[in-house]
Each structure stands twice: as structure tokens, then as C-alpha cells.
């Protein structure tokens, strides 16, 4: 193992009522939380008594080893800087306050009690009063832009931790990495980064702001649901770029597990939480690392039966779960003499896949030079017309044929198999692939990217769906009309700042399953209700997933998008709810989240594809788990499949490439 590879345990307490933590679960939090190292430990706990945003913030962002990052090489260092009033970065810190511990600050005890996360906060201000807050970022952005001579570093050597609120002043922690010995800074608390404590050299606090802070940050506590949505939210965003993963049911509680990676089962020596609230599991550095939450009066549902075996090591042979008595149904209408798209396109774009490949040559040659025109640790670029884009729709644009993937990255045996085993129990599979962004919209990172007549920049992705749709895999191919649709409103398909699509395209994929599934013979016998669900029309505001994956310095350019979205309501006012006893169900990663557990909620694609059809669906989701969302269905044991006629498996199209894990066959039970 890794000397930087961690595991990572939190444990938050609140004031809400009714406790499914025992107290057994909060003495084994106290006990193991004297067993941080944050350079090297596998363990950190953290009991935090208020169910507000701030402190849930600070405890996951403050002094958190998911964020201790392995250097790539050795700094070179500068001479060393003789006086603290030497760090002010630019003047983003006061000179005449950078003092070496707290105690030296104009801070009262009762304002020290109350830490603010620099990150979050600051993100959580942009959004919503970004004006006022932009400052504070550049501010902020001056400190971590300081490289110490060493250009090439991309993440940053030093950057503000923690703020208090004195008066309508901030003062702030600056954290430094362990290898900078060359700053006058000690460590005052003994985690092996030194510090400095300083007054942010920007105008007092607006009112405004200030309200923001003590009313809506710090002063408004968080009800459970709230606190339901704070873990997806965190996990969400913490995704991208730490590979982190809303883990449920038994791999969750109680923790740890046999589903547990062993390091950190023996990292606990035996101690166990039984009833943690949420538990994320990341793998940012190639490590498992865990964060496992409690929050007191937040009922932890019970774990699912444990399913005997739920994976298996050898792809199932076709036809081997097959019982013909049982098989699901294919939609009317598809048969072998239907016009498969697929095949019209390669006739279209060249006659062969590697001719459709090299008529892209001049746009793949631009995507690779801004992939290596990236630092290898920087996950988000900026591209054309003000457009961001992920590090991994990139890559994925660059592959080769997805079958000809190692073995675990293929993804083909692990479809047939799930399709078998489906088929097996009477339940049909339809499978969404969803396209990435740059799929869509290839003009905003290319000069060289073709229209919208074609050819289609991820032609390996068209033969997989084609091949899956010869092998009798239902298949409800999105592309074709996002690309003809793509331009026909003012609102993108996809949100220019952010990985996810906008709520226009998430309708128009919810639409076009609908029209799929109503083709199903089971559907009419369904009880479907085609009035049940209207829709109220709302707005919500977001910054961007990518914003964050940007440097520091580059972030302050983007305004937060104003986003137009539309709940799903019912008859009487009250906001649809997925359910679990619907006869369909839908796995799929965050973009089945986006508007419905975050921003606009209670408005994503289950829910319009429930209006569409007048039926509710049953949505399992976790972010970035297309490929492994099938484990949580297993692990619901033997009845999680009983009264259902479909599962709709949802993905984006990246996942197809170079998954981070490998695409394990797992089985139902």
C-alpha cells in the first residue's frame, strides 16, 4: 500500500429528534477521532453537534486526508522567507496580522467556535450573490496561486482552510503542504500541514453577506431530508475528481462490513458503527477511502437482505438463465428487418468504422492537444465560447473499439449477462446510454468538429449500441434526436458549465424512453393514470460542476447559470416521490440526480418519465455508478426484482471507457 493512501471515517451528531445512532455508535466516534493522522492515518472521525450547513462543511472539508494528495516530485525550494509578515500573498492577507496560532488573532472564544470552510462557503456565496462574493474568491485565489518557483505544480501549495467571522472582518487559516519547510510557519495543531493565521485584506463584509452567512449558513438547521440531500450533494461534487461513490444497504450498515475494504476494516481494530447515516466511498489516489457519516434523529434505513454470492467471476454463457417460459417481451415493432440507425450511419461516414475514425482526424488532433495542453491532475478545461468540459468526455472521445478493451473494461459481457438474468425472471431491460457533452455540442472544443450533419465524433460508441442492438438488447438510442433537437430552443441540451444536461434534455431523453415503453404489451395492462402528474415551473441557480475542477485563479470568470426547471407535482399540490413499489425501475448514475435530489428537486428524469408514462418508477441511483449500480439492486435480495416489468439501466456513454473499476458480472439473487 501506498504511503498517502487513506480511509476515512466521519461522524456527524445533530440535535434532531428521535436517534437511530446509539450511543454505543458516538462513544466508538470519540474513541477512534484521537486516531487522525492526516498525512498517514486511515481513520478520521469527526463528531459534530449542529445540523447546520456550516458544520457539516467543516467537518468534511476541514483537515481531511481524502484531500492529501501524493506529490509527484520533489519541490524545489526557494530561500526561506524570514518574517510572517512576508506571507501576504499578493496583499490578499493583511501583512501587520499574520500571526502563528489563533490565539494571537482578535478572535473571541465563542467566534472560534463557529469555523467556516473556505471552499464551500465561498461557493455557497457565489451562487448565491455572486457580485458581492467574487471577491472574496480572487482574494482567495491570490494565496493558493503562489507556486514558489515551481511552475509546473498545478494544484495548489498553500491555500486558505478555514474563515471566522469577526464582525463584518474574515479572518482566515492558510494551510501549507508538509513539503513547503521554507515559510516561518509552525503547526499548532500537529497535523503535519504548518499554518498561519491572518485577516483577509478585503473591504468589510457586506450586510448582505453577512446575513447570508449567520442566517442561511451557519443559523438555519438542516432537517432530515436536507441532510439526506447534503450527502448526494457532497458526493456529487466531490465525484469528478475523487472517484467518490453514496454507498447503501449492506455495504453501509453497519460499517464495517465483509463488503469493507480490509484496510480500512483493520484500520478500526474491530470497532463498528451500526447505523451510520451515509456512507462515501472514494478512490482518488487508487486507494479505497471511506467517509462514514452519523447524524443523530436521521433514520438510516434498514440494510437489505444480504444477497448469497452477488457476484461471479466468469461470464454467464448465452441462454444459460434463460428459462423461455419467463422471457420479458420485446416491444412490438422490433424486429430483425427494422432499419437499425447504426448501420445507416457507417454507410453514411465511411463504410467502416476506422474510416469513420479517420474522417475525425483533424478534430481528434485538437482534443488531444488540449488534453495534453492539461496538467494531469487538472480535471476541467476551458473551451470555446465560454463552455467547460470534463476531463473524461475528452478521453472517451479518443477511444478505440469498446470491445477491444482489457478484460474488466469491456463492457459487453456484463449487458448480455444482466439481460440474460432479467430475461430469466420475466423483467426487460432497457438500456440508455446518454451522451457526453462534447458528443453534442464538438464545435465548442474544435474548429475542426463536424455539424450536426455528422459524422458523429464517437463512432465506437455508435458500434457498440449497434451491436448490443443485433444481440437483443432493447436500446433507446438518445443521440440522433439530442442532435436534431439540440438547436430548435434558446436553452442547450447541456449545461455549459457543468458536466449534466439541462433540464430540456433531460425531458427529451424522458420522452423518448416513454415512447419505448409504451410499446411494451405489459403497458397497457399497467394502470397507467395519463393525468395523474403535472408540472409547476420553477428556477434554481448552479455554479457548475466543473467550475471547481478549474485552478483556483480561473474560477471567479464564471457566474453561477440560472436554470429553468419543471417539478412534477401532484393532483393535490404535493411534489411526486419516486417509489419503490413501481413496476419499473431505473438504475443510473448522477445524471438520473440532477434536478431531483439537487438545485431544482423533485424535476428529474424519473420523475418527467413517470409523468410521461402515468406510472411512478423506482429510481436507484449513485453518482458515477452506471456501470455498478446493478449491485444495488442485488443487494436487495431475492424480492427486489417481485412485480417488476422493467428495468431501465442508464449510463453515460464515458463510462463505456476505461472505467474506473472493472465491470464485474453480478448476480441477482
Known amino acids: 500500500?501506498?504511503?498517502?493512501?487513506?480511509?476515512?471515517?466521519l461522524v456527524v451528531a445533530s440535535h434532531l429528534p428521535a436517534c437511530v445512532a446509539g450511543a454505543d455508535d458516538f462513544a466508538v466516534a470519540r474513541g477512534l477521532q484521537s486516531s487522525l493522522s492526516r498525512t498517514t492515518s486511515h481513520v478520521m472521525v469527526r463528531v459534530v453537534e449542529r445540523p447546520d450547513r456550516a458544520s457539516l462543511d467543516v467537518a468534511a472539508w476541514d483537515r481531511n486526508p481524502i484531500f492529501h494528495y501524493p506529490m509527484a516530485a520533489p519541490l524545489a525550494a526557494l530561500a526561506p522567507v524570514t518574517t510572517l509578515s512576508g506571507l501576504s500573498f499578493d496583499g490578499a492577507l493583511d501583512?501587520?496580522?499574520?500571526?502563528?496560532?489563533?490565539?494571537?488573532?482578535?478572535?473571541?472564544?465563542?467566534?472560534?467556535?463557529?469555523?467556516?470552510?473556505?471552499?464551500?462557503l465561498t461557493k455557497f456565496l457565489i451562487e448565491r450573490d455572486y457580485d458581492r462574493a467574487a471577491p472574496l474568491l480572487l482574494t482567495g485565489a491570490r494565496v493558493s496561486a503562489e507556486r514558489w518557483g515551481n511552475a509546473e505544480q498545478s494544484k495548489p501549495l498553500q491555500q486558505i482552510a478555514l474563515a471566522w467571522l469577526h464582525g463584518a472582518e474574515l479572518w482566515v487559516k492558510v494551510e501549507f503542504r508538509?513539503?513547503?519547510?521554507?515559510?516561518?510557519?509552525g503547526d499548532e495543531d500537529g497535523d503535519g500541514y504548518p499554518e498561519v493565521y491572518a485577516r483577509l485584506a478585503v473591504e468589510p463584509l457586506a450586510p448582505e453577506l453577512l446575513d447570508r452567512i449567520t442566517t442561511d449558513y451557519c443559523g438555519q438547521p438542516l432537517t432530515a431530508d436536507e441532510v439526506d440531500s447534503y450527502f448526494y450533494?457532497?458526493?456529487?461534487?466531490?465525484y469528478p475528481t475523487l472517484q467518490t461513490y453514496l454507498l447503501e444497504g449492506d455495504e453501509a450498515r453497519p460499517w464495517p462490513n465483509p463488503e469493507t475494504d480490509p484496510l480500512a476494516a483493520a484500520e478500526v481494530a474491530g470497532q463498528v458503527i451500526e447505523a451510520p447515516t451515509a456512507v462515501i466511498r472514494g478512490r482518488p489516489y487508487g486507494e479505497a477511502i471511506y467517509n462514514v457519516f452519523v447524524v443523530a434523529g436521521v433514520n438510516a434505513p434498514p440494510p437489505a437482505t444480504q444477497a448469497e454470492s452477488l457476484r461471479h467471476d466468469t461470464p454467464t454463457q448465452a441462454g444459460s438463465l434463460r428459462d423461455d417460459a419467463a422471457t420479458g417481451a420485446e416491444p412490438d415493432g422490433a424486429t430483425e428487418t427494422e432499419t437499425r440507425p447504426w448501420d445507416a450511419e457507417l454507410a453514411r461516414w465511411g463504410g467502416s468504422w476506422e474510416a469513420w475514425a479517420d474522417a475525425l482526424k483533424?478534430?481528434?488532433?485538437?482534443?488531444?492537444?488540449?488534453?495534453q495542453d492539461m496538467p494531469d491532475d487538472q480535471s476541467g478545461v476551458a473551451a470555446r465560447d465560454g463552455w467547460l468540459f470534463f476531463r473524461g468526455d475528452l478521453e472517451y472521445l479518443l477511444s478505440g473499439d469498446l470491445r477491444d478493451q482489457p478484460e474488466g473494461k469491456n463492457p459487453w459481457p456484463a449487458i448480455i449477462d444482466f439481460r440474460d438474468q432479467l430475461q430469466a425472471r420475466g423483467v426487460d431491460l432497457l438500456l440508455v446510454v446518454i451522451p457526453t457533452k462534447p458528443e453534442v455540442y464538438p464545435e465548442k472544443l474544435s474548429a475542426h468538429a463536424p455539424g450536426i450533419e455528422g459524422p458523429w465524433v464517437a463512432p465506437y460508441c455508435r458500434k457498440l449500441l449497434g451491436e448490443l442492438d443485433a444481440a437483443g438488447v432493447q436500446v433507446v438510442d438518445l443521440l440522433p434526436a439530442f442532435m436534431a433537437e439540440r438547436d430548435s430552443a434558446g436553452e442547450p441540451l447541456y449545461m455549459p458549465q457543468d458536466t449534466h444536461w439541462t433540464h430540456r434534455g433531460l425531458r427529451l431523453a424522458a420522452r423518448l424512453m416513454a415512447q419505448r415503453i409504451r410499446e411494451y404489451p405489459w403497458y397497457a395492462q399497467a394502470g397507467a393514470q395519463p393525468d395523474r402528474w403535472t408540472v409547476r415551473e420553477t428556477t434554481c441557480t448552479r455554479l457548475g460542476d466543473i467550475v471547481g475542477m478549474l485552478p483556483e485563479a480561473e474560477r471567479a470568470a464564471y457566474r453561477p447559470m440560472q436554470l429553468e426547471a419543471q417539478q412534477v407535482v401532484d393532483a393535490d399540490g404535493t411534489f411526486y416521490a419516486d417509489d419503490q413499489a413501481a413496476p419499473i425501475v431505473m438504475l443510473g448514475d448522477s445524471f438520473t440526480g440532477v434536478f431531483h435530489f439537487e438545485d431544482c428537486e423533485h424535476a428529474g428524469v424519473s420523475a418527467h418519465l413517470a409523468k410521461e408514462l402515468g406510472l411512478p418508477i423506482d429510481?436507484?441511483?449513485?453518482?458515477?455508478?452506471?456501470?455498478?449500480?446493478?449491485?444495488?439492486l442485488a443487494r436487495r435480495g431475492p424480492d427486489g426484482l417481485s412485480g417488476k416489468r422493467l428495468v431501465i439501466w442508464t449510463m453515460v456513454s464515458r463510462d463505456l471507457y476505461n472505467y474506473w473499476a472493472d465491470w464485474d458480472l453480478i448476480r441477482l439473487p
Open 1 to 9: 500500500m501506498k504511503p498517502w493512501a487513506t480511509v476515512v471515517y
Open 95 to 120: 501583512p501587520a496580522t499574520v500571526c502563528d496560532t489563533i490565539a494571537e488573532t482578535p478572535l473571541t472564544e465563542a467566534e472560534r467556535a463557529r469555523p467556516l470552510a473556505w471552499q464551500p
Open 178 to 185: 508538509p513539503e513547503i519547510t521554507w515559510v516561518p510557519a
Open 362 to 371: 483533424r478534430f481528434r488532433m485538437d482534443v488531444r492537444a488540449l488534453l
Open 233 to 238: 450533494r457532497l458526493c456529487s461534487e466531490w
Open 619 to 632: 429510481l436507484i441511483m449513485a453518482q458515477g455508478s452506471g456501470p455498478r449500480i446493478r449491485g444495488q
